[in-house]
């Protein structure tokens, strides 16, 4: 199985900030990448697929790129609606596996 | 709209099984693999199941192959997840997801998710 290892395991920043969230795959995945965000008691929703394009409707704050093994979301001029847990997920292979999460918080 | 609702989920001794539907709108149902997705109490995303649109091929987690079974009906718009042997360990919420636009890999990104229904695995 693919590892998918993200960094930092949480992270505090403030309104307004741009953080990097780094996502690092055990093999090479392609761009088959995705990035979703989940909030406390909600269900996931998607924000990138395929490494950098965005999902219908997310807003262009947030950016991905990335090839092979490594990976990162970009979240730029951070707004209280956008602390959350954020995942990374490959998709290049069977079984399909997603990083532990990066929980982004309010400094 | 694309809506994904997820239902059935419940409290279930070990052992026991239950059977999760989804029911679908908003977008041509039959033309998309669908997926189930689970989450355990304050832990992470983990994949469980992909069927195909058209052929119904399917693919399973080993943690759940030959206990759980992935199955559709496009006449009703509706994806199931029938689970067997359940496990305290499968005490999750589970998510129903539709594919995406990407299908590079071997499997295919997710752009919609339900809502998630509850299951509980406790005597």
């Known amino acids: 199985d693919i590892q998918m290892t993200q960094s930092p395991s949480s992270l505090s920043a403030s309104v307004g900030d741009r953080v990097t969230i780094t996502c690092r795959a055990s093999?090479?995945?392609?761009?088959?990448l995705a990035w979703i965000q989940q909030k406390p008691g909600k269900a996931p929703k998607s924000l990138i697929y395929a490494a950098s394009s965005l999902q219908r409707g997310v807003p262009s704050k947030f950016s991905g790129s990335g090839s092979g093994t490594d990976f990162t979301l970009t979240i730029s001029s951070l707004q209280p609606e956008d602390f959350a847990t954020y995942y990374c997920q490959q998709y290049n292979t069977y079984p399909i596996t997603f990083g532990q999460g990066t929980r982004l918080e309010i400094k | 709209e694309v809506q994904l609702l997820e239902s059935g989920g419940g409290l279930v001794q070990p052992g026991g099984s239950l059977r999760l539907s989804c029911a679908a709108s908003?977008?041509?149902?039959?033309?998309?693999?669908m997926n189930w997705v689970r989450q355990a109490p304050g832990k992470g995303l983990e994949w469980v199941s992909t069927i195909s649109g058209g052929d119904s091929r399917t693919d399973y987690a080993d943690s759940v192959k030959g206990r759980f079974t992935i199955s559709r009906d496009n006449s009703k718009n509706t994806l199931y997840l029938q689970m067997n042997s359940l496990r305290a360990d499968d005490t999750a919420s589970y998510y129903c997801?539709?594919?995406?636009?990407?299908?590079?890999?071997?499997?295919?990104?997710?752009?919609?998710w339900g809502q998630g229904t509850l299951v509980t695995v406790s005597s």
């Open positions: 997801a539709k594919r995406g636009d990407d299908c590079s890999g071997a499997s295919c990104s997710i752009d919609y």
């Open positions: 093999q090479g995945i392609s761009n088959s």
């Open positions: 908003g977008f041509t149902f039959n033309n998309y693999a």
